[in-house]
Each structure stands twice: as structure tokens, then as C-alpha cells.
């Protein structure tokens, strides 16, 4: 009878042993399922122009590995990157619903390179939350600026006529035009916005299409062409001083050792 005590009480002193620790095991659903974020949106915004960005998660505590949402998520965006003064997010913080959430945001009032980062947090029903980290890049740059006036020379309102936009032969946007009203005018503007183009002369056309013979430019034709020209980045004189400074110091070096050379000679 003693010996047939001892495998339980071996038992019992393993249970005791592993049941607390029990409670310390990593969540395997976490594991398995981890959190995962993005956010997109343009990668490029006219100076306090606005953009949407999409910001998506998934896995993490708050959901289980089946896809059943067990808790919710939920984020906090920011902005970094140079001056930042007169940009806006909104929402910058609150529930992502489905997983997903759209931020609507507005460029701050300088060019540059800025970072858009979203922090997504995965919250369980009980537990610890997950958090992770994701961003994206975009560039604020000043526009280029069309703007002209169109005209409905008709008795009639003319309705739904688009107007093309091409840049040097490249169709870069189209512009759907509201009602115009007969004998009316519509001042058009249109923000073409880039990270650069090379220095040299470049061609806007606009070109009214569809019922182009009913409306007109104030050049009185359906086609209008502006061209500007695009100034070269200054010269950085700092490397041409630079490599001078090198070559001189080459040269002194190259005399001492020629004259280094001839006084041993001398010497000899």
C-alpha cells in the first residue's frame, strides 16, 4: 500500500508545482496571431494641401487567430519631421472600427520630408495590450499654379465638359468643370504638385474635351499652353574650393620631397 502512495504523491507535488505557472505561459493566441499595422496614403502634398491616409490592423491579443474579434483596436498618429506648424490630423487618436480608420490630414505650412507614424494598440477583453509601431513618408512641396478663365459663349448651359491637363506632352490630370451657365464664365485653378523637374523650359497645356467647340479659353480657342522656365540649382562652390585646397596641398607636398630629394643628393 506505501508504494502505491508515492506515484501520487509525486503527482501532486508536479501539479502543485506547474499550476502556478500556469497563469505565467505566454497568450498563444498572441503568439500565433501577432498585431500587424499600415498606414498608406499620397506620397506627395501641396503646402497645407490635404491628404487621406487609410491606417489597417490586424492579429494581436484583441483578435483570435479564427478572426473573431475579442476586444477592439485602437491608435494615436503623429507628425514629425522639420517644422511642422499649421498641420492638422483628424482623428489624431480613437477606435479603429473593423480594423481600419481614415485620417484626414492637412500639410503643415513648410516643404520637406515629413513622417506620418501611427501607434495601433491591440486591446483585449482581459490582459495586456499589444502596440505597434507603423509609419509612412510624404513630401510638402509648392504647387504650380494654372488658373485661367473658361467661357459658354452659348445661349445654354453647358454641362459635365472635362479639361485636360498635359505637362510637356504627359497628361498629368483632368479637371470635371461645373455647370456653366449660358453666356457665363468659370474661373478655373489647378495645383500641379511635384518633388521637382529638371531645370530647363516646360509646356503646360489645357485642353477643353467632349463638347470643346461649346466652351473656350480667353484665348478664344479650346486649347491653351503656358511655359515658365525651371532655373538650375545653384552651384556649390564649396566642392570646387575643397578640391583647390587639395591640390595645393598635393603640390606643396610633391615639391618637398623633390627638394627633400635634392639636397641628399647634394649632400652625398
Same mark, same amino acid.
Given at each position: 500500500?506505501?508504494?502505491?502512495?508515492?506515484?501520487?504523491?509525486?503527482?501532486?507535488?508536479?501539479?502543485?508545482?506547474?499550476?502556478?505557472?500556469?497563469?505565467?505561459?505566454?497568450?498563444?493566441?498572441?503568439?500565433?496571431?501577432?498585431?500587424?499595422?499600415?498606414?498608406?496614403?499620397?506620397?506627395?502634398?501641396?503646402?497645407?494641401?490635404?491628404?487621406?491616409?487609410?491606417?489597417?490592423?490586424?492579429?494581436?491579443?484583441? /483578435?483570435?487567430?479564427?478572426?473573431?474579434?475579442?476586444?477592439?483596436?485602437?491608435?494615436?498618429?503623429?507628425?514629425?519631421?522639420?517644422?511642422?506648424?499649421?498641420?492638422?490630423?483628424?482623428?489624431?487618436?480613437?477606435?479603429?472600427?473593423?480594423?481600419?480608420?481614415?485620417?484626414?490630414?492637412?500639410?503643415?505650412?513648410?516643404?520637406?520630408?515629413?513622417?506620418?507614424?501611427?501607434?495601433?494598440?491591440?486591446?483585449?477583453?482581459?490582459?495586456?495590450?499589444?502596440?505597434?509601431?507603423?509609419?509612412?513618408?510624404?513630401?510638402?512641396?509648392?504647387?504650380?499654379?494654372?488658373?485661367?478663365?473658361?467661357?459658354?459663349?452659348?445661349?445654354?448651359?453647358?454641362?459635365?465638359?472635362?479639361? /485636360?491637363?498635359?505637362?510637356?506632352?504627359?497628361?498629368?490630370?483632368?479637371?470635371?468643370?461645373?455647370?456653366?451657365?449660358?453666356?457665363?464664365?468659370?474661373?478655373?485653378?489647378?495645383?500641379?504638385?511635384?518633388?521637382?523637374?529638371?531645370?530647363?523650359?516646360?509646356?503646360?497645356?489645357?485642353?477643353? /474635351?467632349?463638347?470643346?467647340?461649346?466652351?473656350?479659353?480667353?484665348?478664344? /480657342?479650346?486649347?491653351?499652353?503656358?511655359?515658365?522656365?525651371?532655373?538650375?540649382?545653384?552651384?556649390?562652390?564649396?566642392?570646387?574650393?575643397?578640391?583647390?585646397?587639395?591640390?595645393?596641398?598635393?603640390?606643396?607636398?610633391?615639391?618637398?620631397?623633390?627638394?627633400?630629394?635634392?639636397?641628399?643628393?647634394?649632400?652625398?
Amino acid at each position: 500500500m506505501k508504494r502505491a502512495l508515492v506515484p501520487v504523491t509525486l503527482l501532486s507535488v508536479a501539479l502543485m508545482v506547474l499550476l502556478p505557472c500556469a497563469s505565467a505561459l505566454p497568450n498563444i493566441s498572441n503568439s500565433s496571431n501577432p498585431l500587424t499595422a499600415t498606414v498608406t496614403g499620397p506620397s506627395i502634398l501641396n503646402v497645407l494641401g490635404k491628404g487621406k491616409f487609410v491606417v489597417t490592423a490586424s492579429g494581436g491579443p484583441s /483578435q483570435l487567430p479564427n478572426g473573431t474579434m475579442s476586444g477592439n483596436y485602437t491608435f494615436n498618429a503623429t507628425l514629425s519631421g522639420g517644422n511642422t506648424s499649421g498641420y492638422s490630423i483628424t482623428p489624431h487618436t480613437g477606435p479603429l472600427v473593423n480594423g481600419t480608420a481614415t485620417l484626414s490630414l492637412v500639410a503643415p505650412n513648410n516643404t520637406g520630408t515629413y513622417a506620418l507614424t501611427v501607434e495601433v494598440i491591440s486591446n483585449p477583453k482581459t490582459g495586456s495590450p499589444a502596440y505597434y509601431n507603423t509609419s509612412t513618408d510624404f513630401i510638402v512641396a509648392v504647387p504650380y499654379v494654372l488658373s485661367t478663365t473658361i467661357s459658354n459663349p452659348n445661349s445654354f448651359t453647358v454641362n459635365g465638359a472635362i479639361v /485636360q491637363v498635359s505637362l510637356d506632352g504627359s497628361i498629368v490630370g483632368t479637371i470635371t468643370l461645373p455647370s456653366i451657365a449660358g453666356n457665363g464664365t468659370y474661373s478655373l485653378i489647378y495645383n500641379y504638385t511635384t518633388a521637382g523637374l529638371p531645370s530647363g523650359w516646360h509646356t503646360f497645356t489645357l485642353s477643353i /474635351q467632349g463638347i470643346a467647340s461649346l466652351l473656350k479659353f480667353t484665348n478664344d /480657342q479650346t486649347t491653351l499652353t503656358v511655359s515658365f522656365y525651371v532655373t538650375p540649382a545653384p552651384v556649390n562652390y564649396e566642392y570646387y574650393y575643397l578640391f583647390g585646397i587639395t591640390l595645393a596641398l598635393l603640390a606643396i607636398f610633391i615639391s618637398l620631397l623633390v627638394v627633400g630629394g635634392r639636397r641628399k643628393r647634394r649632400e652625398k
